[in-house]
Every structure is written in structure tokens, then in C-alpha cells.
């Protein structure tokens, strides 16, 4: 809307913008926080792997170094079974004359450790959860945008968000 006069050379527009649309800042808000628990997701995955790796490889040298498997399933908090084929798949280890309780700290400190990044990313699941099932129950959404932004397929998500009680976000 402009207003001009005839004999003036500057005008009066309006220059505000129209109030953005609820659904849309609520699916914008989702977006962002669904992007971010997508990336601290994928770094809670990432972070796990080299620290199980090297809980597998201190449990493979703590057998070579003659520990008991009963000994290292409890400090691991493994089944005997698991620590028997991790046991297995590092034939190639020599003895490394570390004391035992040396060892069994260590492999309890790494399991402590894997325990803490299993806990945060489960929480990091519930809230992806939550975010799903506010988009669904929103409708601001559908499930193949929820699917792209999620890293999940749209048949789980729906399966997932199936009566689920939705938090304020």
C-alpha cells in the first residue's frame, strides 16, 4: 500500500511483512531439531565404535594374559560367550605383563564409558520420538519429510509413533 502525494517526491509504503503462519514456525522449529538430533546422533554412533573397539581388543589381550573368562565377562558386563569369540578373533595378541587388576580397570573405565554413550544416544532416540510424533500428530509434516530429515524409513516412523503421547515442545 502506497500513499503519494502529487506534489511530493518521497512516498509512504508499508514496509512490515504479514505474521508467518503457526504451523509453519512449529514445522520449521521441528525441522531444526529433528537436523540437530540427526548429527548428535550420528556422533554418539561414531564416538562408540573406536571405544568398543578397543574394549574388544584390552578384553582379547586380558585372555591372552591368562584373566579368567569369568573375570572378564563380570568386569565387561559381557556373557562369557562374547568374551570367548572376542577372545577368538585376536589370535595374532603376545603377552603384554600388565597386573590383572591393571586390566580389569581398564575394561571396566571402557565399559563405563560405552554404558554412558548407550545411555545419552537412547536419550537422544526418546527425543527424536517425541519430535516424530509431535510432527505426526501436528500434521505439519508428512512421512517421507519426516523420513528424510530422521534417517529413518517412513513405515518405522509411523510404526514408532503409533499412540505415542506427545510432549510441548
Given at each position: 500500500?502506497?500513499?503519494?502525494?502529487?506534489?511530493?517526491?518521497?512516498?509512504?509504503?508499508?514496509?512490515?511483512?504479514?505474521?508467518p503462519?503457526?504451523?509453519?514456525?512449529?514445522?520449521?522449529?521441528?525441522?531444526k531439531?529433528?537436523?540437530?538430533?540427526?548429527?548428535?546422533?550420528?556422533?554418539?554412533?561414531?564416538?562408540?565404535?573406536?571405544?568398543?573397539?578397543?574394549?574388544?581388543?584390552?578384553?582379547?589381550?586380558?585372555?591372552?594374559?591368562?584373566?579368567?573368562?569369568?573375570?572378564l565377562?563380570?568386569?565387561?558386563?559381557?556373557?562369557?560367550?562374547?568374551?570367548r569369540?572376542?577372545?577368538?578373533?585376536?589370535?595374532?595378541?603376545?603377552?603384554?605383563?600388565?597386573?590383572?587388576?591393571?586390566?580389569?580397570?581398564?575394561?571396566?573405565?571402557?565399559?563405563?564409558?560405552?554404558?554412558?554413550?548407550?545411555?545419552?544416544?537412547?536419550?537422544?532416540?526418546?527425543?527424536?520420538?517425541?519430535?516424530?510424533?509431535?510432527?505426526?500428530?501436528?500434521?505439519?509434516?508428512?512421512?517421507?519429510?519426516?523420513?528424510?530429515l530422521s534417517?529413518?524409513?517412513?513405515?518405522?516412523?509411523?510404526?514408532?509413533?503409533?499412540?505415542?503421547?506427545?510432549?510441548?515442545?
Open positions: 500500500m502506497a500513499v503519494m502525494h502529487h506534489g511530493d517526491v518521497g512516498y509512504y509504503r508499508y514496509r512490515g511483512t504479514p505474521k503462519d503457526k504451523a509453519a514456525l512449529q514445522a520449521e522449529k521441528i525441522r531439531l529433528l537436523k540437530a538430533n540427526r548429527q548428535r546422533l550420528a556422533f554418539k554412533a561414531s564416538s562408540s565404535r573406536p571405544v568398543s573397539a578397543r574394549l574388544n581388543q584390552h578384553v582379547a589381550q586380558a585372555l591372552r594374559d591368562g584373566i579368567k573368562v569369568t573375570r565377562a563380570d568386569a565387561a558386563g559381557l556373557s562369557r560367550w562374547t568374551i569369540t572376542i577372545g577368538l578373533t585376536y589370535d595374532d595378541l603376545l603377552p603384554s605383563g600388565q597386573p590383572p587388576e591393571h586390566q580389569l580397570a581398564v575394561i571396566k573405565s571402557l565399559k563405563s564409558e560405552l554404558t554412558e554413550l548407550e545411555e545419552s544416544r537412547a536419550a537422544l532416540e526418546d527425543q527424536r520420538l517425541n519430535l516424530l510424533a509431535a510432527a505426526r500428530r501436528l500434521g505439519v509434516m508428512d512421512e517421507f519429510e519426516l523420513a528424510a534417517g529413518l524409513q517412513s513405515d518405522a516412523i509411523r510404526k514408532m509413533t503409533w499412540g505415542q503421547h506427545v510432549q510441548v515442545l
